[in-house]
């Protein structure tokens, strides 16, 4: 398996310190640790990561900012969005600015790893209970079951490559 360098890019110290652990324990390289969206974008012009794992609400540069900046400099390396907002609008805002997925922090971090891997090798990730409401949203009907029941990443990916099959030509919005 192929070992992937990243940055982490959170304002909060401890939860950055916690997730470069994490990464590091399951073998992936942290290889710059951002406390501003700032930090974030002259990190991966230097250092070009693989991922950036990038907070949204940050000082200096917030992380939709910051991500626009990453992409444009660095469009080979990847973002992956963690952040407090499970908002759709923030989201579609992330994803138009080059977001390569998208995670919310109400979630356990011990999927980050699997996560990050899936962004470096092109996958999209988007948080279950969101892409539930997106889906309930453009079928037009309130979620019947909690996107909680999918602990493994690999559902998410399924039901990510179920949806793509089922997409029709006017729902190319979406990733």
Not at 10 to 17: F, S
Not at 19 to 41: C, M, P, T, Y
Not at 109 to 124: F, K, Q, S
Request: charge should be negative; proline fraction near 6%; glycine fraction near 6%.
């Amino acid at each position: 398996m192929p070992v992937f360098r990243v940055i982490v890019a959170e304002d909060n110290a401890p939860l950055r310190i916690g997730l470069g652990k994490i990464l590091e324990r399951d073998g992936l390289e942290v290889i710059g640790s951002a406390k501003n969206g700032r930090e974030a974008v002259d990190m991966t012009i230097a250092l070009k990561p693989d991922v950036v794992v990038l907070n949204i609400q940050m000082p200096r540069m917030d992380g939709l900012t910051a991500l626009s900046a990453i992409h444009t400099a660095e469009p080979a390396t990847k973002v992956l969005m963690y952040t407090g907002f499970s908002t759709q609008a923030h989201l579609m805002e992330a994803i138009a600015n080059g977001a390569s997925g998208y995670l919310v922090k109400d979630r356990s971090p011990i999927n980050i790893p699997d996560a990050v891997r899936a962004v470096a090798m092109g996958e999209m990730i988007v948080d279950l209970n969101l892409l539930q409401e997106i889906l309930a949203t453009i079928r037009g009907k309130r979620p019947t079951e909690s996107a909680d029941k999918y602990k493994d990443p690999s559902d998410l990916n399924q039901l990510l490559r179920d949806y793509r099959k089922s997409m029709r030509a006017d729902d190319s919005f979406l990733p």
